[in-house]
């Protein structure tokens, strides 16, 4: 199993690093030699060609903040930029997303970004993919303990997955 994890986040300080830090703590004790793709901090130019999807990748773990119901602009051009023969390899991609809003404004949204890439996954690839979604609500109004419960969440899911 190799699993590649896309981050996708401009602020270094910001919760969806720690949420990276529990993600990669999780997917070094199953795959130490895991490669991480920091889509913000990769030159502009290099972004479509970063970490291409090869033979060996058989899960790609997607971490980033959901801003208006929707994934950021480079998550989708690193998503588009690949083809269908890029995903051959590919069984399962889990999506780690934080909300700053409640569970119900997403759903009254209707999860916009979730059906959008569950969509571009199944046209891109030519086989079925496992789309395991970690949404982690009401960040906005979060406190040190929920942000905690949210990280061990997180470790637990992404661990789960990885072991199936």
Not at 10 to 27: G, Q, T, W
Not at 122 to 136: E, F, M, N, Y
Request: glycine share 4%; hydrophobic share 50%.
């Amino acid at each position: 199993m190799t699993v590649l994890v896309v981050y996708a986040h401009p602020l270094h300080e910001s919760f969806n690093r720690a949420v990276l830090d529990a993600v990669l703590r999780v997917v070094r004790s199953h795959e130490p030699g895991s490669e991480v793709v920091d889509l913000y901090r990769t030159t502009p130019a290099s972004v479509s060609a970063a970490a291409d999807l090869d033979e060996i990748v058989d899960t790609v773990v997607l971490v980033y903040p959901t801003w208006w119901t929707a994934q950021p602009a480079l998550l989708w051009q690193w998503l588009l930029d690949r083809d269908a023969s890029t995903w051959t390899g590919v069984i399962r991609v889990v999506c780690v997303t934080t909300h700053g809003g409640k569970r119900v404004a997403a759903v009254l949204a209707g999860r916009a970004g979730r059906f959008a890439l569950r969509s571009l996954l199944r046209d891109a690839a030519d086989h079925r993919i496992a789309l395991c979604w970690v949404p982690l609500y009401g960040l906005d109004a979060s406190d040190a303990g929920d942000r905690e419960r949210m990280l061990r969440q997180v470790e637990s899911k992404v661990s789960q997955v990885l072991s199936a």
